[in-house]
């Protein structure tokens, strides 16, 4: 299509041969933008849902999520199976987090990550 015949020139005479190009050409550019239109939102969403499944991503938000003072006193020891474990340095500390404030850091960490992502938050005193 896009080689110029002599018969096709002759046939068709070259301003008729010239739009028949740049239709062929805009046709395409609109089926490509077509396809990224559909195509686009659906790879941006799966990188977005790869990306907050990072578990260097999850680790790294919790000071965020429990406050400078608090972070000094609590260490991410990782985070497997949807389970984030947190090591506590003091039985206070770690009693006030289990028992009263679980609930609350774990809803906070599911709105940053959704809750299929992070299921359960795990304290230890280490």
């Not at 969403?45 to 000094?72: C, Q, T």
């Not at 609590?74 to 949807?82: A, D, G, I, R």
């Not at 090591?87 to 709105?111: A, G």
Request: proline share 2%; with cysteine.
């Amino acid at each position: 299509m896009l080689r110029l015949k002599i018969f096709d020139i002759i046939k068709y005479g070259t301003n008729t041969y010239v739009a028949m190009v740049k239709n062929f050409k805009s046709n395409r550019c609109l089926s490509t933008n077509k396809v990224l239109k559909d195509f686009l939102p659906k790879l941006l969403i799966d990188i977005e849902k790869n990306y907050l499944r990072n578990p260097n991503l999850i680790m790294s938000f919790w000071p965020k999520v429990i406050g400078k003072k608090l972070a000094s006193m609590t260490e991410v020891k990782s985070f497997e199976n949807k389970v984030l474990y947190v090591l506590v340095k003091s039985s206070t500390l770690y009693s006030i987090l289990k028992l009263h404030e679980k609930n609350r850091l774990l809803n906070l960490m599911q709105e940053k990550f959704s809750k299929d992502v992070i299921k359960n938050i795990v304290f230890k005193i280490g």
